[in-house]
């Protein structure tokens, strides 16, 4: 489908107004935005690993995005995959302490990111999600509007500016990384900016491309093996963060960031404080985590957005009746419809597409037995475009998530994951996104580059193939 033009969208917008309503009538027309092709046939172990290295997407049955549970025979054991809200409650919430990350997750991050709240589990994980909670509450993350605002502004000015058309993937996952940077160490000095963020693409490049060994049943406790090159970015990475840490340490004064409420950490067992290695560990689990998603995520909303008039109109109209004044906590309130286009995009464009857990026990996925071993693949992608789910499933609607057609169930939609493990930054992310959308949208245009080929590939991330060029304009 073709994008709707600009001149039909502030036509329904004037129509809108003249006739005392709020937003134009519940649109006939969607924009279809490019989709995953799902597996249509049975495929071969050694075809499974050749699609998976080419794009790991590219393994969901057809019938997943029907049927909410599919089970078949993995090498001695079952592999299930999921695609319904119930399902993913019972592995999420109801049953939680039967499920741990997959092996293979763990043999990719642990070599990377220690024992830190993503890859920890049992004690471990719950006391590190216990003492880093109270810093995501919202009133502690809306103190860091402003730099999310002045970040967002330097951004429109290097998109404005840029030759076109831009590849907004690169430009946006440079700005998340000076927010987080920013949150995490409000006085860097000497701060490997540039060596860190190569250091986390070829990290990215390297756990996000399979290998037919990865199809190998092995132990959680087995590294995979890293390449020299990755090894190295591995050790940029590292360095740079022990650097902060250790500089602050030698301050005496721990600070009011990020990094000071770990240094002010102790263990809620022997009272002593964090080892430097695990403050390491964590604080690169946040800087790569905590920019690349929320890079992505608006990275497919621009794209969104820019194939869409009428979409954009609307976001930019909330947009100037927001920013007109200082960017407030009450005037975030204000910026309903950003959200919901940044959620329509998440659940068209899941940063997250897949999951996968093991069974560390027998039990059950709403009444199916599962046995100790056994594999579960939490298809996020199927379950947000699932046909009895969603109306239009494959269309770009950010009006259902409005609040009289916004998913009842919460786990029907996945963006941030579900039960006591899903993502401690959801709303920091969230606000952040939004801060960037409402100040792209209030000052520039975007359009598609039509002889794009854009795709949805999975590498960690679900990113768009060889990036997103869209061309930008000011108002």
């Known amino acids: 489908m073709q994008p709707r033009g600009q001149e039909a969208a502030m036509a329904d917008i004037r129509h809108a107004e003249a006739t005392g309503r709020d937003r134009p009538e519940r649109r006939t027309a969607l924009f279809e935005p490019v989709a995953c092709v799902p ?19 590219s393994i969901l049955p057809e019938a997943l995005f029907r049927e909410t549970i599919l089970t078949g025979p993995y090498i001695g054991k079952s592999v299930h995959e999921i ?85 907004v993937q690169s430009v946006l996952n440079d700005a998340t990384f000076s927010v987080i940077e920013q949150v995490l160490f409000s006085d860097a000095v000497e701060f490997d900016r540039a060596g860190v963020r190569a250091a986390i693409e070829v990290i990215l490049e390297e756990t996000g491309t399979m290998r037919m060994s990865d199809l190998v049943p092995m132990p959680e406790w087995m590294p995979r093996i890293m390449s020299l090159r990755a090894l190295r970015a591995r050790h940029v990475f590292r ?30 067992k022997t009272g002593q404080k964090l080892s430097d290695t695990d403050i390491r560990d964590t604080v690169m689990t946040f800087i790569a985590a905590g920019h690349e998603t929320t890079a992505i995520a608006l990275t497919w909303t621009l794209y969104l957005v820019a194939n869409d008039g009428e979409t954009q109109e609307r976001l930019r109209a909330e947009a100037d009746g927001v920013l007109d004044g200082a960017l407030t906590p009450e005037a975030m309130a204000r910026l309903s419809f950003t959200r919901q286009v940044i959620e329509e995009a998440m659940r068209l464009y899941p940063p997250a597409p897949i999951l996968g857990r093991r069974a560390v026990e027998p039990t059950e996925i709403c009444g199916r037995p599962v046995k100790k071993g056994d594999v579960v693949l939490l298809a996020f992608y199927a379950l947000h475009r699932h046909r009895t789910l969603w109306e239009h499933p494959d269309h770009f609607d950010p009006d259902r998530f409005g609040p009289d057609r916004r998913p009842q169930d ?42 794009a080929d854009v795709y949805p590939v999975m590498q960690v991330t679900l990113r768009p193939r060889g990036g997103m060029p869209l061309r930008i304009a000011r108002r």
């Open 239 to 268: 360095k740079a963060a022990l650097a902060q840490i250790r500089r602050r340490r030698a301050q005496g004064d721990p600070g009011d960031d990020l990094l000071g409420l770990l240094l002010k950490m102790r263990d809620e």
């Open 83 to 167: 695609s319904g809200p119930a399902e993913m409650r019972s592995v999420l919430q109801e049953n939680f302490h039967a499920w741990r990350k997959s092996p293979l997750i763990l043999r990719m991050l642990r070599p990377i990111l220690g024992d830190a709240i993503l890859t920890a589990h049992g004690e471990s994980w719950r006391r590190q999600r216990m003492s880093l909670q109270p810093a995501f509450l919202r009133r502690r993350i809306e103190r860091f509007i402003p730099i999310m605002d002045e970040v967002a502004a330097a951004t429109v000015e290097r998109l404005a500016r840029a030759p076109q058309p831009v590849e």
């Open 39 to 57: 597996l249509d046939r049975p495929v071969s172990l050694i075809e499974t690993g050749r699609l998976m290295r080419e794009n790991p997407m």
């Open 410 to 451: 919460r786990y029907q939609f996945m963006a941030f994951g579900g039960g006591p493990r899903a993502c401690i930054g959801a709303s920091f992310a969230m606000m952040e996104a939004a801060i960037f959308l409402a100040r792209f949208v209030s000052r520039l245009s975007f359009t598609p580059v039509e002889e």
